[in-house]
């Protein structure tokens, strides 16, 4: 597969037919935007053979033992080997299910989520200053309980 293209939003607007044969040459564009995440204009077949993979993927990871399983993810997601023992065995045993959630739902939002959530963590583990800190108790401002709104 050919290197990502990249254009800003505005030529789509203005040149469609060059950058949809971006998209046929090169597979899919990468559309910047000012003030907003980047989008990515591909194939619908591309996305349905995406979704078929991460199904294939979702009922593979149940027939493999969670030692492999652990050693594979930890290659696949490096940062994931900062997550406490405990918070890999909820990641293992929680993305099959994400994956599910996505096909079911028809998007991988709830899958971009649970990763985001889960690389938060792991980054604030791996400074263990920051880790120690947000673990501690908040104290009172100014020594006294905050009212209820």
Same mark, same amino acid.
């Given at each position: 597969?050919?290197?990502?293209?990249?254009?800003?939003?505005?030529?789509?607007?203005?040149? $469609?037919?060059?950058?949809?044969?971006?998209?046929?040459?090169? @597979?899919?564009?990468?559309?910047?935007?000012?003030?907003?995440?980047?989008?990515?204009?591909?194939?619908?077949?591309?996305?349905?053979?995406?979704?078929?993979?991460?199904?294939?993927?979702?009922?593979?990871?149940?027939?493999?033992?969670?030692?492999?399983?652990?050693?594979?993810?930890?290659?696949?997601? $490096?940062?994931?080997?900062?997550?406490?023992?405990?918070?890999?065995?909820?990641?293992?045993?929680?993305?099959?299910?994400?994956?599910?959630?996505?096909?079911?739902? @028809?998007?991988?939002?709830?899958?971009?989520?649970?990763?985001?959530?889960?690389?938060?963590?792991?980054?604030?583990?791996?400074?263990?200053?920051?880790?120690?800190?947000?673990?501690?108790?908040? $104290?009172?401002?100014?020594?006294?309980?905050?009212?209820?709104?």
């Amino acid at each position: 597969m050919a290197p990502v293209a990249t254009y800003p939003l505005s030529e789509l607007l203005q040149q $469609p037919t060059r950058i949809t044969a971006a998209v046929e040459e090169r @597979g899919r564009v990468v559309l910047r935007r000012r003030n907003a995440p980047d989008l990515v204009l591909s194939r619908a077949s591309d996305l349905s053979e995406l979704e078929a993979f991460a199904r294939l993927l979702s009922r593979l990871v149940r027939y493999v033992d969670e030692e492999r399983l652990a050693a594979v993810i930890a290659e696949a997601i $490096p940062w994931t080997r900062y997550l406490s023992g405990e918070g890999r065995v909820d990641f293992l045993t929680g993305l099959p299910a994400v994956v599910d959630d996505c096909e079911e739902l @028809g998007t991988f939002a709830p899958l971009e989520i649970f990763l985001a959530e889960w690389r938060d963590t792991a980054a604030v583990l791996a400074d263990p200053e920051l880790a120690d800190r947000l673990a501690r108790p908040i $104290p009172s401002p100014l020594g006294k309980p905050v009212d209820q709104p």
